[in-house]
């Protein structure tokens, strides 16, 4: 199976969450893969931890914008 590197994943599911509205269901799916693709296929990439940090605030923007909700 042909899978994008880990980097481009990361990048394209951040683009898609900049793209759904604030509040959107798929905000926290969106951020919870980013984190499971960086964990399970980042192996020793070399920007691991960079990547691990751009998932991770996915996640807080979601947890925010559900606190102000």
Known sequence: MLQPPV?????ALGLLFQLVPQGDPLEPL??????IIVDI???N??????LR???ARLLL??????LVL
């Not at 980097?7 to 990048?11: F, G, L, M, N, S």
């Not at 923007?61 to 559900?66: F, Q």
């Open 7 to 11: 980097d481009a994943a990361v990048r």
């Open 53 to 55: 940090d751009g998932a």
């Open 30 to 35: 969106l951020g919870a893969a980013a984190t």
């Open 45 to 50: 990439h070399p920007q691991k931890e960079k």
């Open 41 to 43: 296929r980042g192996g």
């Open 61 to 66: 923007i979601t947890a925010a914008s559900m």
